[in-house]
């Protein structure tokens, strides 16, 4: 045995064996905690009697719980820190380290010392630090720099190092497998071993594995809005994973998962990543698809369209022009600079109903409106306009408390009413008591129309949408569904924010957005508007930008920088997931530059399959030969152009009694996912013409693959295909 593999193997039985003390000491630590805690619940049960017989027992006995209360929560603390440290020692016993690096400090004591590096930190019981966490600033020089003068940052100190060994070590659980020294980034065996793993239903993190280019999209602080153009594959999900992990370690006296919003192409693959940030002993942030979060935050009871009928839409080949006009950075352009006070007319302002008979007339509340100074904003008007409402709701309901009405109603009201009204019961006699209750039961009574005048129900947004389109369009806005559309609710949450009330979130730190390709000008707009001091991560791929809503990534560096942020733009050009052989396939179909620069990383593989069928019943055949031809272990779909034609193939395939395990998704539905074998359902010229968004279509269906793609058509194959 090499003196090197002696060492590791000596250190890493030397921690293993600190690990399991540890884990000892923490598990009875939490055992301890939890027998104590009992005793003191029995104690607080049994012996001590809890006496409320007199007002100083009562004092003793409140005494008694809150120092009981009191320990109790210490107890919850230690148990909770304990459990925590018991987490982290469990996740490393199984892989207790997978770097080294070997520095010496560049300062007036040149220093020299090994860090290795894994999930997590550790600190033995004798408070020697043995792991330091792949997010802490050191283990920054085992992902970035090559072997030599090297540095990294410590609150944004640059610390001078010297790199002298940089060491990948396979581990699992106390056995040392292998281990490469390395003197470029990543070892390319240990990548190209986990890049062979077969697909799984969920993510998996890449933290042994991350690559240079993509290290520097996780931890880049230094920019408030990255973004990552990058190719099918290249690992931009994981690197937004890997990043939402490292800001989580990074900020955590500052921030929780709480203030981190992740927004996913479709429920499916929020699913598919939910077990990355777990995995890595970090919380979920918020993590919605775009029509969840636009519901989310349009907290209304207006119906808003379904995902399916979402998806429906966004895939649909034909646009109507109202649509784009409403999706347009122009039109939310002209809605934010629009001043015009005349359109502010008494036809949007609603009654305010209580039992259908009405308390304000529209007419009314248009009054108070006009009263207001007109040198205001919109906005300031309709918010002074809610004052008036809300101070003559109340003068009126003060008067009515102390009506003689309602007096003698309070004095009627039996003890068993009064406990259920108030809580409590009171003097019958006592005038100004029954003034006051009168006024909570007025209060309890008319809670709706308080609703409606804080809520700013008076005020009809829809009506001003179409005002407001008119104006803009000269012609009027034609409603097609009745549940409101993503874009007629982006549209109405930029109306609100602009003309009834601020709607934007101080408190999200972080969000980050996937597929930002999909995206219209008016959804980005709407999200810088709403998190105005958000730090924000856009990741997409144009080539993938297959629906209707989409957004090319110059217009989207030009949308960004003219709302005065500065953009740091990264590009990521590497394919992890395809063999090289589909990644050559896909490439192919890319249209702009990069074509020209994409490197696949994995192994040659085996060619992608064209298979040419007479007619639809030998395509059917094929399909049902090729699907019994694959391993059941492994992961295989088959990608169809849209949601019908996945409905048309499942019950043609059902009718020739397929036996095999067959899993069919449109395309929307298998955006972001991999799977070990794809079959793309019949790329022939009759269903893909030569659009550019058949082309991206295409593209995203192949790159799905991992191994092996089948291309079983009928009649002729596509021209996009067959020019290659
Ligand atoms: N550094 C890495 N080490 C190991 N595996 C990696 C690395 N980077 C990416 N991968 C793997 O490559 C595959 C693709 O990654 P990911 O889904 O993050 O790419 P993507 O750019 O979001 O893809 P797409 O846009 O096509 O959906 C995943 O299986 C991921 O685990």
Redesign the pocket.
């Known amino acids: 045995m090499s003196n090197d593999r002696t060492q590791e193997t000596q250190h890493l039985q030397q921690v293993y064996e600190e690990l399991s003390q540890a884990k000892d000491t923490y598990q009875t630590a939490i055992d301890e905690v939890n027998t104590t805690g009992k005793s003191v619940l029995e104690q607080f049960s049994g012996d001590t009697k809890l006496n409320f017989d007199s007002y100083s027992d009562n004092l003793e006995t409140f005494a008694m719980m809150e120092m009981k209360n009191r320990e109790i929560d210490q107890l919850n603390i230690q148990n909770e820190t304990a459990a925590k440290q018991l987490e982290k020692v469990e996740r490393l016993l199984k892989v207790p380290y997978f770097g080294k690096i070997d520095v010496t400090f560049l300062d007036d004591d040149s220093d020299r010392d090994v860090f290795y590096i894994g999930m997590n930190d550790f600190t033995n019981l004798d408070g020697e630090s043995r792991i330091y966490d792949w997010r802490s600033p050191i283990a920054s020089l085992f992902y970035n720099n090559v072997l030599g003068d090297s540095s990294y940052y410590v609150n944004k100190t640059e610390i001078p190092v010297s790199l002298n060994l940089k060491r990948q070590l396979i581990i699992e659980e106390d056995r040392l497998l292998n281990f490469f020294d390395t003197s470029l980034a ?1 070892q390319d065996d240990i ?1 190209l071993h ?2 062979e793993a077969d ?1 799984s239903q969920y ?2 993190d ?1 933290t042994t ?3 240079q280019e ?1 290290n520097e999209i996780i931890r880049d602080e230094s920019h408030p809005l990255l973004l990552v153009n ?10 937004i994973m890997q990043r939402i992990a490292y800001l989580l370690y990074n900020h955590r006296t500052k921030i929780t998962a709480d203030d981190i919003l992740l927004l996913s192409p479709n429920s499916t693959f929020i699913d598919y990543i939910s077990q990355v940030l777990p995995n890595l002993g970090e919380r979920n942030p918020l993590n919605l698809t775009l029509l969840q979060f636009l519901k989310f935050t349009f907290r209304e009871k207006a119906p808003i369209e379904s995902e399916s009928d979402y998806f429906k839409r966004i895939t649909a080949e034909q646009v109507n022009a109202q649509q784009r006009v409403i999706q347009s950075q122009n039109f939310v352009a002209f809605i934010q600079a629009f001043q015009d006070a005349s359109l502010i007319q008494q036809s949007l302002f609603k009654p305010i109903l209580f039992k259908r008979k009405p308390i304000f007339s529209a007419e009314l509340i248009f009054g108070l409106y006009q009263e207001t100074p007109t040198t205001l904003s919109i906005r300031d008007r309709l918010s002074a306009t809610k004052e008036k409402l809300s101070s003559l709701w109340n003068r009126y309901l003060i008067k009515q408390s102390k009506s003689k009405q309602m007096i003698d109603q309070m004095q009627d009201l039996t003890e068993a009413e009064q406990l259920r009204y108030f809580d409590t019961t009171f003097d019958a006699e006592d005038e100004e008591q029954l003034v006051a209750y009168a006024l909570q039961r007025l209060q309890q009574k008319y809670r709706k129309v308080v609703d409606a005048i804080t809520d700013v129900a008076w005020f009809d947004q829809w009506l001003l949408f179409e005002a407001l389109y008119q104006r803009y369009q000269q012609v009027s806005y034609e409603r097609v569904t009745t549940a409101y559309t993503a874009d007629e609710v982006v549209i109405l949450l930029l109306l609100k924010d602009k003309f009834i009330e601020d709607l934007s979130n101080r408190q999200m730190a972080f969000i980050l957005v ?2 930002v390709q999909d995206y219209t000008e008016a959804q980005i707009l709407l999200l810088l508007k709403l998190f105005p001091q958000a730090n924000f991560t856009l ?1 997409g ?1 144009e080539n ?1 930008a297959i629906f209707n809503t989409s957004i090319s990534f110059i217009d989207l560096q030009e949308l960004l920088s003219a709302s005065s942020r500065s953009v740091t733009s990264y590009q ?1 050009l590497n394919s ?2 395809s063999s090289k052989e589909i990644t050559q396939l896909f490439q192919t179909l890319v249209t702009n530059h990069e074509k020209l620069n994409i490197v696949s990383i994995r192994k040659d593989g085996e060619k992608p399959v064209f298979i040419s069928c007479n007619d639809q019943e030998v395509y059917l055949e094929k399909l049902i030969s090729i699907l019994g031809s694959l391993s059941s272990e492994e992961a295989t779909v088959i990608i169809t152009k849209n949601a019908v034609e996945a409905e048309e193939l499942e019950h043609q395939l059902s009718q020739k009694n397929n036996t095999n395990a067959t899993q069919i998704l449109s395309i929307d539905m298998a ?2 996912l ?1 799977f070990d074998n794809v079959i793309i359902h019949d790329p022939s010229t009759l269903r893909y013409g030569t659009t550019e968004r058949e082309k991206k279509i295409l593209y995203t269906a192949i ?2 693959g ?1 191994k092996q793609v089948f291309l079983p058509y009928i009649g002729e194959l596509s021209t996009l295909l067959a020019l290659e």
């Open positions: 990543i990548l986990s890049l697909s993510m998996k890449i594995t991350i690559q993509q990058g190719i099918a594959g290249s690992g931009k999900t994981s690197a996937d597929e990741a791929d993938q990521l992890y997931r955006k972001g991999e790159s799905r991992m």
